[in-house]
């Protein structure tokens, strides 16, 4: 939490360490590791993956590879569209033509990096998802399954491994994340 500056990112990092102590328990919760690549993770499970964005922080728990992302819907910059979307996602996108889909481009490609552990090593113009279809995606011999929701203005993207995972959404309060 002292890594960032701003008061936001501070209270969304606090509010991912009670969620983790929520789920996972105090003492499950201090034995999360973090690989060389910057993933954190359980040594005996299970998967999780954690992303934060705007007003939400969310916390996926799987018994597979997965990865979650979430980003606040904002107007997004066409330069960062072009660098990072494929030929065809930047014609899908355009096709939409609204700031919802870029997110969904986003999270989804974010929430795979997430999964396989990769964060930005794998950068996300070196792959390239469907974001109309449930068909699997595949990235680096891998498929993998997208399923994405709006929640309250926030794109959230979960990416699994196994197909027709379905996607729960637990909303917790400041009050219940003390407790």
Not at 150 to 176: F, Q, W, Y
């Amino acid at each position: 939490m002292l890594r960032y500056i701003q008061r936001e990112d501070k209270a969304r990092c606090l509010a991912a360490g009670l969620m983790l102590r929520r789920v996972f328990g105090t003492q499950q919760a201090q034995r999360i590791a973090v690989t060389p690549l910057g993933k954190p993770y359980l040594p005996d499970g299970p998967n999780f993956s954690l992303s934060h964005s705007g007003s939400k922080v969310v916390l996926l728990t799987a018994d597979h590879d997965a990865g979650v992302d979430v980003e606040q819907i904002v107007p997004y910059w066409e330069a960062v569209a072009r660098r990072v979307f494929s030929p065809r996602e930047q014609v899908w996108l355009h096709s939409q033509a609204n700031d919802e889909a870029f997110y969904r481009l986003w999270t989804g490609k974010e929430s795979i990096m997430k999964a396989l552990g990769l964060g930005f090593q794998l950068p996300p113009e070196s792959f390239e998802i469907l974001p109309d279809q449930s068909g699997p995606n595949p990235v680096l011999g891998r498929s993998w399954y997208l399923q994405w929701q709006n929640v309250d203005g926030h794109m959230l993207c979960c990416a699994s491994s196994v197909p027709d995972t379905k996607m729960e959404i637990i909303h917790l309060s400041r009050e219940e994340l003390l407790q």
